[in-house]
């Protein structure tokens, strides 16, 4: 059976484009756009704005997410059919479409929708629980799309 290794590779730069945006994002974007008061002299933001902002930037990644989510379902689904069954690509597979689709179907548009609401939403126990299950959620995203990446790489060289 004769591998496509175009398909191969752009998968594995899906995974890998897609593992680096979640960690800017969490890592960099995240961070600065909060901290505004350490980078902004004339112009402060304040938390509720900061929070819109980023949550605009989520809702724009969900669209990479859902291509993700798609990409990894039909790839994974045809190497199962083709033979190819791993438990550690089977599960972080199955940890990638589930934890993508609760960031961006689940925890976004609730947040969001919170965020519409005003201020006094986003200071509730309610949204401080969401978005802590958000944050949880896009981290298990991370190390399931580390962990798919790689063990994809490894059947590929042992192939």
Avoid at 77 to 92: E, H, L, N, P, T
Avoid at 124 to 130: A, L, W
Wanted: glycine share 4%.
């Amino acid at each position: 059976m004769k591998r496509n290794i175009y398909i191969d590779f752009s998968y594995l730069a899906l995974l890998a484009s897609t593992f680096g945006a979640v960690i800017v994002l969490g890592a960099v974007v995240a961070p600065t756009i909060f901290n505004t008061n350490e980078i902004l002299y004339s112009v402060l933001i304040d938390n509720f704005n900061a929070g819109i902002i980023m949550g605009e930037i989520f809702h724009r990644f969900s669209y990479w997410v859902y291509l993700v989510v798609i990409f990894v379902a039909a790839y994974e689904f045809i190497m199962y059919k083709k033979g190819q069954r791993d438990a550690i690509i089977f599960g972080s597979s199955v940890t990638v479409v589930f934890s993508a689709l609760m960031f961006s179907a689940i925890y976004s548009p609730k947040i969001l929708a919170m965020q519409r609401l005003g201020v006094e939403a986003t200071q509730s126990d309610t949204f401080r629980n969401i978005h802590m299950a958000s944050e949880f959620d896009f981290k298990i995203l991370a190390i399931a799309l580390l962990i798919l990446f790689i063990r994809r790489l490894m059947l590929l060289k042992i192939q």
